[in-house]
């Protein structure tokens, strides 16, 4: 089986230099939304400890389920200064991170592993809570197709996505064809949980394009055209939709009419109270 250190060679890496290896994943934060936005480049400038001060690179990946971690970039270690001199984007850091006992590490990404960054996976290994080591053999698992952040499809009822993987999903669909002709194969009624507030709403679809097609239409818009959630959007722009949380409640074949499909979406509306209390106005 490859190792990371095999494939970090192939792009120019210099494994004699001091290197820590690093998998951030954090409950506090959306790391992996992180990695999309372009902050867990500052996230991870910032510690409370002198983690980096004896190293000159450092490796860094997120952690995805189990134990898993996906590459993000290689970064040099230029120097450090207390994190109070640190830089700020919007609310983030957090005030507590700035204090002067803190440090703030000045990074430099390598821009020759770019290629890899968001493809690369691998086996972090039983340590998952060891989130910062010393350079050593991790295996690779898959080295994703170019554009591809998602995991290959496995199961209707097994994911949850946020709205910035649906995005995603929809955007580089041709890194994606098996997420693509799985949710264009069927119909099916949907859920979209608004994270914040714990608020339900319960959708179907159906037609050639199945759930695809359906989720499609909010990939675009945010909303998907229901006068709720753009309701919502408006009313917390800072919130949603990236905020909001896309799965499947039910599959259902395409043999089935629309009026059969909308029955079914009732049915999880009664049962979740997502019109009592939720974002379904009817």
């Known amino acids: 089986m490859l190792d990371v250190v095999d494939i970090l060679n192939l792009f120019g890496f210099d494994a004699s230099l001091p290197t820590k290896l690093v998998r951030h994943q ?22 409370g400890r002198p983690l980096f001060h004896n190293a000159k690179q450092i490796v860094s990946f997120y952690g995805l389920s189990g134990n898993r971690a996906c ?19 919007g609310a983030f850091p957090p005030a507590d991170w700035r204090r002067a006992d803190h440090y703030f590490y000045d990074l ?7 290629e890899l960054r968001d493809r690369l996976i691998i086996d972090w290994g039983k340590g998952a809570r060891s989130w910062v080591q010393k350079l050593s053999s ?14 290959p499809f496995e199961d209707y009822l097994e994911f949850s996505l946020t709205y910035l993987q649906l995005k995603d999903l929809i ?3 041709d890194a994606h064809p098996d997420w693509r002709s799985s949710l264009s194969a ?11 507030s714990g608020d339900l709403y319960v959708g179907s679809a159906c037609g050639e394009e199945g759930i695809w097609g359906r989720w499609r239409e909010y990939a675009g818009s945010g909303d998907g055209g229901n006068a709720r959630l753009r309701e919502l959007i408006a009313r917390e722009p800072a919130v949603y939709p990236d905020g909001f949380r896309f799965s499947v409640l039910q599959i259902l074949p395409k043999t089935m009419t629309k009026e059969e499909v909308i029955h079914r979406e009732a049915k999880y509306k009664e049962k ?3 019109r009592a209390t939720g974002l379904n106005a009817n």
């Open 138 to 151: 991790k295996p690779v698992l898959e080295v994703r197709a170019p554009g591809r952040r998602l995991s």
């Open 171 to 173: 955007q580089r669909e």
């Open 272 to 274: 979740l109270g997502s």
């Open 108 to 114: 430099e990404r390598d821009k020759r592993f770019e």
């Open 186 to 196: 069927v119909d099916g009624v949907y859920l979209i949980l608004a994270e914040s």
């Open 26 to 47: 954090d409950s506090r934060y959306p790391i992996e939304e992180f990695s999309r936005s372009g902050l867990l480049e500052l996230y991870q400038s910032y510690q």
């Open 71 to 89: 590459f993000y970039g290689v970064y040099q270690v230029l120097g450090h200064r207390p994190a109070s001199e640190g830089p700020v984007v």
